[in-house]
């Protein structure tokens, strides 16, 4: 998520004088970083889990065991749900806040984040297996901007007066909805924690958020961060623990008025039943997807190459955005597929320490072993194995670069979610053709385009069913933008203006006026 | 002006106990002067005439420093800078959006570190009570400037689903080089005002600050320099109105001016506009704002925030609420009460946190309200309390109510920019609203009263920018404030603010064929 670019700051950009000196500065990693918080955040506390359990979580590089963290089930959802309702009290400190107060909170947060850069970056890496380069100038950069964003909209978050039939005035108040649980995945843990975070405590809700069971640790730091800058105890609260037990304890609460989602589409059919049997909470779901690049011959070829590599190959292939069917123009489907395979070949493969490794293991045992499956499907079903498709003989969750041609659209490797570094490329012949298969998916997360004739890209944008469509370029994703999914990849909008519709309840109020005047 | 900050951080502004004394600091009550050049391409020119002209300390009359004197030469020099920090290609305009906020909120971050000394430089160029300065002044600038660091990259253009096989966007693009020319009354305050906008929507600065009160300005734009704004995207160049001002208004190359001051000048810039290229214009201008006290109001508060209304800044605020209507019934003990207050306000030396009123900004102000004063005696007004100076040196008045005022009186249709409060008679709803609204002004306006109809029905009818019911001088930057009539053009603050600071370009593009 968020593009693979490294981000330099405006100034350093444009002065080639800067621009060197930076190169001097690029962050090292903290050696041996102290891991603080391992326990349940409520009330801007530490506790213990209710049932005394502990989980463990992993280095993936190594398949060794970082630390054990207290695990939450429905007992401690219990006590977080009961925090964050009495901060959403009225009369309390969170509701008589002015908004601008809590965009400086949020402003706070996304300094001290700052501040932890490299800390948190080596934490994240250390936790999710993922180049620490990327994780410093991705997902740290992406987690504070996405809370600066938001700490700006907190005052700008309008309600309208409206020329009501009658003799009436109307207007209306975008009011917080009350106690949302958020649910967030391990493949981006740290700006997972700042898409949901920033628009729901912009907005002035309070917040239990479940980070994944996979990568808990940068969620607990941004915990203490949440008490260092200032917010009221409650508002927000962090419960490490398991998806069907206090994921599920979240999803069913009659105490929480809304639940955001992101992760698999499987669990996200069973948030949304949780909802719908329990107080119809308002539901938001970013899950899966099986995105469409497609590829026209007039492309920029070099620029389609490897941004379609950067498109699956980003972060060990666990993007739910990852372009994942590369449809490929046939003029120059057969040198597409070679120099996409010399790319993948080229591809470095190692410790997420190393400066030189573009890709890291796989978050975990288990989902390598989904994606070894996967590819093996892709053989029995008669896809060309261009490289890779194995796991190399080293310590921790690795798997090869890997890259099928002659795919079949009905094939699983065309069909299925992998996220793995995984690459599939298919032929087409004409438009038409070419935007009906990239729709004939349940998915509708993103999509790209390629091409270099304006009239081919404003068609094939037009017609795609994403939420999000690139056109020369992949995961260009910012937090000014909204990104969501049609059909099965999702309910609802996250990110830009739009991000906070989802987290507002309208209030309409209506007072008798005689003598209404224009 | 500005109640919002007072009663969260400074409440019982009038009477500060020892307490909250301590949540101020105490004043440096010789702050030294770091600057007093002109500011261009982020860095100090002297003027091209070598001219200076001094600052006064209005509550001695003694010269604090010279200043550089821009003129035309300077404004030249000046918008050349900011044209070049505007060309296609320059750091400035391919900086992110987010960017130019980032660079907003940490020139919000400088002035709160800075904010014991720009208050101090405040009082003593401008007279108004230190206590005010650090509590009022200061954190609005500071609020001001983080709110539009927020809308660097909120601020949207839209698709837009037009006719025909086309396709159909819109992009909110920069103005350009933007002239913007302030006032002496809350010179940090109104710099903020006009920078924070302009600068989140990605346009450059020419701006000239009063003659009477250069000083923070400056300061602040040596921390624009500091927080890393490239150079030349904000210049600031101290001077008249006559040479520096009317150069800005009439230069061929500024894109858009902003003007805040009298009516009388608010001619003049539009003129000068018209006679030149056609800038873009808009207008903050004067008022006569009528505060109306219906008899079911609550009166100690009414009495309370009429007085404010008033007296505030010295009774130098373009909103001043200078015509209080209070209906019949209650008029008597209103007035009672009000020059009670008035006889109790403190005025004083700014630096003591006792004082409740400095000096009033320079000689000619002074003069001009003592003129006011007389005319309203003369016209067959009641005067109630004060009405002469109040100090043997500095330009202090004293606390000056009339009652039976009539709506023909000049005191009562002229604004007096000093503290100098008008009580005048009302009987009915239909008659107090026309009365209000019989004025060429229309900048702010008030309403006390417990009657939710009467509320609303007041403050629909009324002809004013801003309309404040049972409070006044609530200013928060979230809020659009501009005027009526001859009270200005145009809205600053808010998001409406941000539309002053745009040109909206329609894209469109042919399509072979539109979807919806």
Not at chain 1, 479 to 491: A, D, E, L, R, V
Request: charged share 20%; net charge negative; proline share 5%.
């Amino acid at each position: 998520m968020t593009s693979s670019k490294v981000e330099l700051r405006g100034e350093v950009k444009n002065d080639p004088a800067a621009l060197m000196a930076s190169l001097h500065l690029v962050p090292s990693p903290v050696p041996n970083p102290e891991i603080k918080y391992t326990k349940i955040f409520i009330n801007n506390e530490w506790h213990d889990s209710v049932s005394g359990k502990v989980f463990s979580t992993y280095n993936p590089a190594t398949g060794e065991k970082i630390c054990d963290v207290q695990e939450a089930d429905k007992a401690d959802v219990d006590k977080a749900v009961q925090a964050a309702r009495s901060a959403f009290s009225l009369g309390s400190v969170w509701r008589k806040m002015d908004a601008s107060e809590r965009g400086k909170l949020l402003f706070k947060l996304a300094d001290l984040v700052e501040r932890d850069s490299a800390y948190l970056a080596t934490l994240e890496s250390l936790d999710t297996g993922k180049p620490f380069l990327s994780s410093f100038f991705v997902d740290l950069q992406g987690t504070i901007k996405t809370f600066r964003y938001f700490a700006g909209w907190a005052d700008k978050i309008h309600g309208s007066t409206i020329p009501i039939d009658g003799e009436y005035f109307t207007l209306t108040r975008h009011e917080p909805i009350g106690v949302c649980g958020q649910i967030i995945p391990w493949n981006f843990p740290l700006v997972m924690t700042a898409w949901k975070l920033g628009p729901a405590l912009s907005c002035g809700n309070t917040v239990v958020l479940k980070p994944a069971e996979e990568t808990p640790l940068t969620c607990l730091y941004i915990a203490a961060l949440v008490k260092e800058a200032g917010f009221p105890p409650g508002v927000v609260n962090i419960l490490p623990g398991y998806g069907p037990t206090a994921g599920a304890a979240i999803a069913s609460h009659m105490g929480i008025d809304k639940v955001a989602f992101t992760g698999s589409t499987e669990v996200g059919k069973l948030i949304q039943e949780a909802a719908g049997k329990s107080n119809l909470k308002r539901v938001t779901l970013e899950l899966g997807g099986k995105s469409p690049n497609i590829i026209f011959a007039d492309a920029d070829f070099e620029l389609a190459v490897e941004q379609a590599h950067q498109g699956v190959f980003f972060n060990n292939g666990q993007c739910c955005t990852a372009g994942s069917r590369i449809f490929v123009e046939e003029p120059i489907y057969d040198e597409f597929v070679r120099r996409s395979v010399e790319r993948a070949q080229r591809r470095t493969l190692g410790s997420p320490f190393d400066p030189t490794a573009e890709q890291g293991p796989q978050v975990s045992a288990e989902q390598r072993s989904r994606v070894l499956e996967l590819i093996q499907s892709g053989i029995t079903e008669g896809a060309k194995l261009e490289c890779g498709g194995k796991a190399p003989p080293s310590k921790g969750f690795f798997l090869e670069p890997t890259v099928f041609s002659d795919v079949q659209d009905h094939m699983r490797i065309a069909k299925e979610e992998i996220f793995g570094p995984v690459q599939q490329i298919m032929k087409f012949k004409t438009i038409e053709e070419v935007i009906e298969r990239a729709n004939n998916t349940e998915y509708g997360l993103a999509a790209a385009v390629f091409t270099t004739d304006l009239n081919k890209a404003m068609t094939v944008s037009t017609a795609l069913q994403a939420g999000t469509v690139w056109i020369n370029c992949y995961n260009a994703l910012s937090c000014q933008c909204p990104f969501g999914g049609f059909k099965m990849s999702g309910n609802g909008r996250e990110l830009g203006e739009i991000g906070l519709k989802e987290y507002t309840e309208v209030k309409t109020i209506t007072m008798q006026m005689s003598g209404k005047k224009s | 002006m500005l109640r919002t900050v007072i009663s969260r951080t400074f409440p019982q502004v009038f009477r500060i106990s020892a307490c909250q004394h301590s949540t101020i600091p105490a004043p440096n009550v010789h702050p030294d002067v770091h600057y007093n050049k002109i500011f261009i391409n982020n860095e100090w020119h002297d003027a091209v005439s070598k001219k200076t002209f001094p600052t006064i300390n209005p509550a001695t009359g003694e010269v604090i420093c010279h200043v550089a004197e821009g003129d035309k030469a300077d404004v030249e020099k000046a918008v050349k800078a900011a044209k070049d920090a505007f060309k296609l290609g320059s750091p400035w305009r391919r900086m992110d959006a987010s960017h130019r906020g980032l660079l907003l909120s940490r020139l919000a971050d400088c002035i709160e570190r800075d904010a014991a000394y720009l208050a101090e430089l405040e009082t003593l160029d401008n007279g108004k009570p230190y206590a005010i300065s650090y509590s009022v002044d200061v954190p609005m600038v500071v609020k001001c400037l983080r709110y539009y660091a927020g809308w660097a990259d909120k601020w949207e253009g839209k698709t837009i689903p037009i006719d025909g096989d086309y396709f159909c966007y819109t992009r909110h693009e920069p103005i350009g080089v933007c002239g913007q020319i302030i006032p002496w009354n809350f010179p940090l305050l109104m710099q903020a005002w006009k920078l924070g906008p302009a600068l989140a929507t990605g346009n450059t600065v020419v701006m000239k600050v009063a003659e009477q009160t250069p000083l923070t300005a400056l300061y602040v734009a040596s921390l624009i320099k500091e927080v890393g704004f490239p150079a030349g995207v904000v210049n600031i160049v101290p001077g008249m109105g006559p040479t520096a001002g009317a150069a800005i208004a009439s230069h061929m190359d500024v894109d858009k001016v902003a003007f805040t001051g009298s009516t009388d000048v608010g001619h003049l810039i539009l003129k000068a506009s018209s006679d030149s290229n056609l800038k873009k214009v808009t207008l903050e201008l004067g008022g006569k704002s009528p505060n109306i006290i219906l008899s079911d109001a609550n009166m100690e508060e009414a009495v309370e925030q009429s007085h404010f209304a008033l007296f505030f800044n010295q009774g130098q605020c373009c909103c001043a609420g200078s015509r209080t209507y209070v209906q019949e019934s209650i008029y008597d003990e209103f007035l009672e009460r009000s020059v009670e207050r008035a006889k109790k306000r403190i005025v004083g030396d700014p630096f003591n946190f006792n004082t409740e009123q400095g000096p009033q900004v320079d000689e000619q102000q002074f003069q001009k309200i003592l003129g006011y004063i007389s005319s309203g005696k003369s016209e067959g007004a009641k005067l109630m309390c004060g009405g002469g100076p109040a100090a043997d040196r500095g330009y202090f008045i004293q606390p000056t109510i009339f009652s039976d005022v009539k709506d023909d009186m000049k005191i009562a249709r002229e604004e007096i920019f000093g503290p100098v409060m008008q009580i005048l008679k009302f009987k009915s709803l239909e008659e107090v609203i026309e009365r209000a609204n019989d004025s060429k002004y229309g900048l702010a306006a008030a309403v006390f009263t417990q009657n939710i109809d009467k509320a609303h029905y007041i403050s629909s009818g009324l002809r004013a920018g801003t309309v404040w019911i049972n409070c006044y001088d609530v200013f928060g930057v979230q809020a659009p404030f501009g005027g009526y009539k001859a009270s200005g053009i145009g809205r600053e603050l808010g998001e409406y603010g941000l539309d002053n600071y745009t040109e909206v370009k329609t894209v469109t593009i042919k399509v072979p064929q539109k979807n919806s």
